[in-house]
């Protein structure tokens, strides 16, 4: 074992969140509750063309909620039956790490600041963290941001409070029940059902690359969905990165038994070298 | 003979590639070499009253990394003007030859450094000062070094250039390929200069820079005679 390994816990254990964001109003009480819980300090925002603010993640907001606009389709009952037909509408995402079940940024740390939590939880320590942004460069999600001390950042899944028996501060405080929190093996099957129902569900059978699977999972009806394949990446991956990884897996092994094979090789020729050498000196000597 | 500056360049090259070499595989195998930044981050982590004798180590291998960077980057630069200007790269001369010849020498030396068969006499015959294997592996170690240095400084000013994230990811991608190509012409030269048949050059290189003639007029005869012509 070396001193910078990564321990995740199986998929099925340690907690996870279904979060529901057909139940979402935007109020942003989660992003709030983040902020707060966390001691994070206020950032300057901007305007922009949706209501998203800040426009992404910080490393003073470790959970924002997007607001995303697409069409969708709409039933209207008439004296003449049902008429369907397409609507603009906005539906907010409130999103964070998504904690993975295999973290890329916990591999990709360098120092060891990355930890899995047997809650499942990713996360960063600040005190070991070098800033060297393999995290965030590894991440699928664009989560890990650096502050103003150079150190990165992000959402902790709250694992303070969960080990003190308590929900994460988003989940406790949103007033509509966005957030379902609960053991990840109870998760998991609550978002297969709702799969099973045809909803549209992110977050099972996913790439290799972060475990097939997160504990953050997020569901939603046809009538939000545009939202969940607006925000998240259609295959959870960073090929670069990918490649790095297996690259990093074939050099070692392949370097040990090329500097072998080639050791071997240089020792049979001083071996013969030296036979040669023998032999010509007895030469001399019978001469 | 290899003059004062080549070896002293050569020696430069050697400790900062060296060092460059260690530092990068501390931050791309942090598993494998934890042990190594344990052990240099150990003494400044206690100095410093940090609990992470790792993170210090890693720390100071990212920052040393990007000096000696700078370091090896000025160095080449000036060695590079310098090979240039006194047209004193003789290392891809072997290449003008034609490519059929190019393959039949390649299979020689191959057939003669691994299997110790004697070189075919056209071939010995022919040599230059640099053989078509060590022209091949310079053309890795030049393309590695490209790869290295460019993606280095774009990563290192990224956000001054302001570099997408994509852009950064390609660029670190790069970073490793140009390493694993530089460790490739390491695993070949290191073969190469350790064999026992080019034992003077090893000798030379870290002595006075001498090889004796009879193993010259073995090894790059046709170089020779182009110098014993009045060439450079």
Redesign the interface.
């Known amino acids: 074992m ?4 990564v321990n995740p816990p199986p998929a099925d254990q340690g907690f996870a969140v279904l979060v529901d964001i057909d139940k979402c109003i935007g109020c942003r009480a989660c992003q709030l509750a983040c902020k707060d819980w966390n001691g994070l300090a206020p950032v300057k925002t901007t305007f922009s063309p949706t209501f998203t603010n800040p426009q992404s993640f910080t490393a003073q907001d470790w959970k924002v909620v997007f607001y995303y606009e697409g069409t969708a389709k709409k039933g209207l009952a008439t004296p003449a039956g049902e008429v369907v037909f397409e609507q603009v509408d906005v539906a907010p995402l409130p999103a964070q790490c998504l904690h993975c079940a295999a973290a890329p940024c916990a591999r990709a ?5 990355i930890s899995v939590t047997p809650e499942g939880a990713v996360v960063i320590n600040k ?4 800033g ?3 995290c ?2 590894a991440c699928p999600y ?1 989560v890990p941001r650096r502050g103003s001390d150079g150190k990165y950042y992000k959402c902790t899944f709250c694992v303070d409070r969960i080990q003190n028996g308590r929900e994460p501060a988003c989940a406790e405080v949103c007033p509509t029940g966005v957030f379902t929190f609960g053991p990840a093996s109870q998760i998991v099957q609550m978002a297969q059902s709702e799969a099973a129902k045809g909803r549209t569900v992110y977050g099972l059978n996913l790439n290799p690359y972060v475990g097939g699977q997160v504990r953050w999972i997020y569901v939603s009806s046809d009538r939000k969905a545009f939202a969940i394949k607006q925000h998240f990446p259609s295959d959870a991956v ?1 090929p ?2 990918e ?2 990884e297996v ?2 897996e074939i ?2 092994p392949l ?1 040990l038994v ?2 072998v094979a ?1 050791t071997a ?2 020792f ?3 071996r ?3 036979i040669e050498e023998q032999k010509s000196q007895q030469k001399q000597k019978e001469q | 003979m290899a003059s004062m500056g080549y070896r002293i360049s050569h020696q430069i090259n050697l400790v900062l590639i060296t060092l460059l070499a260690i530092t990068g595989s501390m931050l791309l195998f942090p598993g494998l070499m934890s042990w190594l930044s344990y052990a240099v981050g150990a003494p400044l982590a206690a100095f410093l009253g940090s609990p992470y004798p790792v993170s210090v180590g890693e720390e100071l291998a990212r920052t040393s990394h990007r000096f000696l960077a700078d370091v090896w980057g000025v160095f080449l630069i000036v060695y590079a003007i310098y090979l240039l200007v006194f047209r004193r790269i003789h290392v891809f001369d072997a290449l003008r030859k034609p490519l059929g010849d190019q393959i039949r020498e390649a299979r020689a030396l191959a057939d003669h450094y691994i299997l110790g068969k004697p070189l075919p006499d056209d071939v010995a015959s022919s040599l230059e000062r640099h053989n078509v294997l060590v022209a091949y592996m310079t053309v890795v170690l030049v393309v590695g070094i490209v790869l290295l240095s460019a993606s280095g400084v774009l990563m290192v000013y990224s956000t001054y250039l302001g570099l997408t994230e994509g852009s950064y990811r390609l660029l670190l991608l790069l970073h490793d390929l140009g390493f694993y190509l530089a460790l490739l012409f390491i695993f070949a030269h290191l073969f190469a200069v350790l064999h026992p048949s080019n034992r003077p050059l090893l000798v030379a290189m870290f002595s006075y820079g001498r090889i004796p003639l009879e193993w010259a007029r073995r090894h790059m005869p046709r170089y020779l005679r182009h110098v014993e012509g009045g060439g450079s």
């Open positions: 070396t001193m910078v390994a740390c360098p120092s060891g600041a005190d070991q963290c070098i060297c942004g393999f965030e460069n664009d960073v670069t990165n490649a790095r690259l990093r050099v070692p370097a090329g500097a080639l090789v240089g049979a020729s001083w013969r070298a030296r």
